[in-house]
């Protein structure tokens, strides 16, 4: 992982704020599967046109990054860490999605004549 240190190593470094740690971690190894993972889903065009990949994995990456802190996390292998990634990405892009097709819902309501009140 990070300079050659093991997996263990990297996420123990991470937990502690390495900066380094973090960066590699996220550029060679996590980064490119999870914008994979979030592009591939983005299969609706009009979701493609309001979500960007790198603003989720963006996203999912500080919220995992907060709790691997927290020590929220027991990780002992590179696939557990892509693969919890990658369900963190699947649901903050559905809770995105969702989001955005409440607030077109309400905009179409508005523009019916219906007052907004929520």
């Known amino acids: 992982m990070a300079d ?3 997996f263990g190593e990297s996420i123990r470094r991470v937990r502690t704020g390495d900066a380094n740690a973090t960066n590699q971690l996220v550029k060679k190894h996590c980064e ?11 299969t609706d065009l009009g ?15 500080a ?28 649901n903050k892009l559905i809770k995105q ?12 309501r508005n523009q019916k004549g219906v007052i907004d009140t929520g």
């Open 4 to 6: 050659g240190l093991s």
């Open 32 to 42: 490119p599967a999870i914008r994979l993972a979030v592009r591939a889903r983005l």
């Open 47 to 61: 979701m493609r046109w309001l979500l960007d990949s790198m603003d989720i994995c963006q996203s999912v990456f």
């Open 63 to 90: 919220g995992f990054f907060l709790r691997a802190a927290a020590e929220q996390y027991d990780l002992g292998q590179p696939g557990q860490l892509l693969k919890l990634l990658e369900t963190m990405a699947r």
């Open 97 to 108: 999605a969702e989001k955005h097709r409440a607030d077109l819902r309400n905009i179409r």
